[in-house]
């Protein structure tokens, strides 16, 4: 070890104290420190919110020389840089937003040794420029923010961050600490590999946040189920609002507005002073509502955000799991509540089909579809599912929809055989392909226009499924593509068999179902308790 650069014992407390005014380290954020002001190598894997932060910067103000952060959120290094300059850390930022003249200031402070952290875009590492500017000054440390990007399997890829692997070629001395908020075992094996840090230490802190409470309704009306929600369980209380497109984003936020509630859009659509102040006004404010899409809320700290709401079905669990983290991050109960229907799993199918990229990609994106409808269609414990998916076993959690009111199961196994064998008539019988709407009202047996244009009221299943509601049926078909034992496709969302639907038709496979509710279930909880 460098004994010159050895810091004195507690010198990271003294640090934390001293400059960011905290009592105490969280969980392993001591020993993480600790390791990397030793000069080791680190890929930490610890939940949003979990204080990632402090474990790069403190070693970078412990060790000497610069400690150089590569992030890609750059709408938000000038306010981390602020930040850290309101408590007196010397913290600047290079990328693609400034001017000539603002990026020589920072080059100056850094070759001078006037900062202790310079926040780097990653495409700013593709520019020799910057390489040999690295070169010329004394950095302390590495920091890789938001290392899952590296990973081409994960859900937010970024190519620029491959290119991260040369730090250890043209750095070896200098330690690096990959931090991510994502943590399957297959982007965690990606990123140490990716970034050639097999020999690094690697930190996984429990990704269990249980002041979280995980809801996932049935979407019939998602505006009004919202406002329930909303009127319910969280007057008053600040939330953020995930809706799919731009143009649900502002109709949501219209909605609310009109329904009473405080809320303001954002989206990459609106201007960039329409977006910051509406940001600014999110962390600023008690109780405002931002209606977003996903582009809103990576690197946000704000501690009071009580409740996360997903109007359309995210695209993979990872991103469910980030997205609601946003909630509660000062332990204090809160919701993430997400409603989903069969339209959404239509809808993806029908984005993944259109994507670019190879097949590999769209195969990619279909797993994480699918582990996100097994989630939603679990009957176990939404926690111990969103834990299992992220490596961790745990128990029934006791603060889950599933935990708090048991959903019943029933055998679905019939009414998936009259759905199935529906599809094969119409391919086999008349070379007829369709979705989940006409299939029901088959099923149903109701007349009407489409089913008399297509005589559909001849066919021998016409009818045969007047027992189930229509709610019950669409629960049905979803479960089964939960299951994957149909598959939907093309821009009709037409229904198909795969693989295993096959085992079902024979008798071969029973298919159990989770129960729609009658109503949809309330979550005991009392906002005056
Ligand atoms: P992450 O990057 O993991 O999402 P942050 O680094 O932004 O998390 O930290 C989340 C919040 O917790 C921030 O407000 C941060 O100041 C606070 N925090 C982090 N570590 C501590 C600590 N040891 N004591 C008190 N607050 C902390
Ligand atoms: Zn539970």
Known sequence: MDVEGAPEAGEAVQVL?????????????????????????????????????????????????VG??????????????????????????????????????????????????????????????????????KISLFAIDEAHCVAQWGHDFRPDYLALSMLHERWPEVPRIALTATATEATH???????????????VASFDRPNIQYRIATKS????????????????????????????????AQFLVDNGIEA????????????????ARFLREDGLVVVATIAFGMGIDKPDVRFVAHLDLPKSVEGYYQETGRAGRDGQPSTAWLAYGLQDVVQQRKM??????????????????????????????RRVRLLAYFGQESTPCGNCDTCLAPPQTWDGTVPAQKLLSTVVRLQRERGQKFGAGQLIDILMGKKTAKVIQFDHDQLSVFGV?????????????????????????????????????????????????????????????????
């Open 68 to 137: 150089v952060v590569i992030s890609p959120l750059i709408a938000l290094m000038q306010d981390q840089v602020d930040a850290l300059r309101a408590l007196g850390v010397r913290a600047g930022f290079l990328n693609s937003t400034q001017d000539l003249e603002e990026r020589r200031l920072v080059e100056a402070e850094f070759l001078s040794g006037e900062l202790d952290l310079l926040y780097l875009a990653p495409e700013r590492l593709r520019v020799e420029q910057t390489l040999s500017l690295l070169d010329r000054g």
């Open 264 to 279: 303001v859009p954002y989206h990459a659509g609106l201007d960039a002073r329409t977006r910051a102040a509406n940001q």
């Open 17 to 65: 104290r001293r400059v960011f005014g905290y009592d105490a380290f969280r969980g392993s954020q001591q020993e993480i420190i600790e390791h990397v002001i030793g000069g080791g190598d680190a890929v930490v894997l610890m939940p949003t919110g979990g204080g990632k932060s402090l474990c790069y910067q403190i070693p970078s103000l412990v060790r000497s020389g």
């Open 352 to 381: 993944i089909d259109g994507s670019e990229g190879d097949e590999a990609h769209r195969r990619r994106l279909s797993a994480h579809l699918d582990a996100m409808l097994a989630l939603c269609e679990t009957v176990q414990c």
């Open 465 to 529: 499924g007047a027992d189930l509601r229509e709610a019950e049926w669409r629960g049905v078909v979803r479960q089964l593509l939960a299951q994957g034992l149909i598959a939907v496709e093309g821009d009709y969302g037409t229904l198909v068999l795969t693989d295993t639907s096959g085992e079902v038709l024979r008798g071969a496979r029973e298919v159990p179902m989770r129960r729609e509710p009658e109503k949809p279930a309330r979550a005991a909880r009392s906002k005056s308790s």
């Open 189 to 203: 094996s990606e990123i140490s590999s990716r970034l050639r840090m097999a020999d690094a230490r690697h930190f």
């Open 221 to 252: 009306d998602p505006k009004r189920q919202l406002l329930e929600l909303l009127r319910g369980e969280h007057p008053g209380d600040a939330g953020i609002v995930y809706c799919l497109s731009r143009a649900s984003v502002e109709k949501t």
